[in-house]
């Protein structure tokens, strides 16, 4: 009963479980990030500034792609995760929170299609 | 006091407070993080413009490779570090390690320490690998 009472302060889409389960699944893409955050900004600050086909070269391997593509689909999903945490606490007007959480989410899933065919891409590309 | 369940009084009045060393890091964390966003979508679009060609990505890279670019880039990396030690602090805190005035206080500086030792150290990866 007291998770039904939550009801409808996450914008009425979710419920006091849910509640709980944002906030571990939060945790989740935290510790997920740690060893890719280190992995990726490594690689990158020693390619950003080459040229194409060194850097092109550099994310076809498969272990470079992996870790670039998963360190971003998670910091998005991290994102979205903590954006959606600061609009609870600073919009307080349950409509436009409503409104503002799924134009981020349409917003996120519109960024994941253009990483995943830009890797996809990059993968398939002949030098 | 107003019945309105969407018209409360909010507690805690922040603004009345003194800044203190734990409020401003606690309010710099969110502010990384939104940061770190703009970093994160530079990220895709330099990524797609790979996957369009070399005319683009090379465009794309002589943009974050001049000074204004380079100083975003920048910005990003010390947002992304100082949100990474500032995070997993938070991760600390969640299983209960590290509360305490003494031991917040401790952890506040060590978050910074460890922000700037990880800033030179990649910078100096940047300049001395890549």
Same mark, same amino acid.
């Given at each position: 009963?007291?998770?039904?009472?939550?009801?409808?302060?996450?914008?009425?889409?979710?419920?006091?479980?849910?509640?709980?389960?944002?906030?571990?699944?939060?945790?989740?893409?935290?510790?997920?990030?740690?060893?890719?955050?280190?992995?990726?900004?490594?690689?990158?600050?020693?390619?950003?500034?080459?040229?194409?086909?060194?850097?092109?070269?550099?994310?076809?391997?498969?272990?470079?792609?992996?870790?670039?593509?998963?360190?971003?689909?998670?910091?998005?999903?991290?994102?979205?995760?903590?954006?959606?945490?600061?609009?609870?606490?600073?919009?307080?007007?349950?409509?436009?929170?409503? =409104?503002?959480?799924? =134009?981020?989410?349409?917003?996120?899933?519109?960024?994941?299609?253009?990483?995943?065919?830009?890797?996809?891409?990059?993968?398939?590309?002949?030098? | 006091?107003?019945?309105?369940?969407?018209?409360?009084?909010?507690?805690?009045?922040?603004?009345?407070?003194?800044?203190?060393?734990?409020?401003?890091?606690?309010?710099?964390?969110?502010?990384?993080?939104?940061?770190?966003?703009?970093?994160?979508?530079?990220?895709?679009?330099?990524?797609?413009?790979?996957?369009?060609?070399?005319?683009?990505?090379?465009?794309?890279?002589?943009?974050?490779?001049?000074?204004?670019?380079?100083?975003?880039?920048?910005?990003?990396?010390?947002?992304?570090?100082?949100?990474?030690?500032?995070?997993?602090?938070?991760?600390?805190?969640?299983?209960?390690?590290?509360?305490?005035?003494?031991?917040?206080?401790?952890?506040?500086?060590?978050?910074?320490?460890?922000?700037?030792?990880?800033?030179?150290?990649?910078?100096?990866?940047?300049?001395?690998?890549?």
């Amino acid at each position: 009963m007291m998770f039904r009472s939550l009801r409808g302060l996450r914008g009425q889409s979710h419920k006091g479980v849910e509640s709980t389960n944002h906030w571990i699944s939060q945790r989740f893409t935290s510790i997920l990030l740690i060893p890719l955050s280190i992995l990726f900004v490594v690689n990158f600050v020693t390619v950003f500034d080459k040229p194409f086909t060194e850097v092109l070269k550099t994310f076809q391997h498969p272990v470079n792609n992996l870790v670039a593509l998963l360190f971003i689909l998670i910091s998005l999903w991290h994102y979205r995760q903590g954006i959606e945490v600061v609009i609870e606490d600073y919009v307080h007007d349950l409509g436009i929170r409503k =409104l503002t959480l799924r =134009l981020i989410g349409i917003m996120c899933w519109f960024l994941v299609i253009v990483v995943i065919f830009s890797f996809v891409s990059i993968y398939r590309m002949e030098i | 006091m107003t019945k309105d369940p969407q018209n409360r009084p909010l507690s805690p009045h922040l603004t009345i407070y003194r800044p203190q060393l734990n409020s401003v890091l606690s309010i710099m964390h969110r502010i990384a993080g939104i940061v770190l966003f703009f970093g994160l979508l530079l990220l895709i679009f330099w990524f797609f413009s790979m996957s369009v060609g070399q005319a683009s990505f090379d465009l794309f890279s002589a943009l974050i490779n001049s000074l204004i670019g380079r100083l975003i880039l920048l910005g990003s990396l010390c947002a992304l570090w100082y949100h990474f030690f500032s995070g997993v602090r938070h991760l600390f805190w969640d299983v209960g390690i590290g509360f305490g005035l003494e031991w917040v206080q401790r952890s506040s500086y060590a978050v910074l320490i460890a922000t700037i030792c990880l800033i030179i150290l990649t910078l100096l990866i940047g300049v001395f690998i890549g």
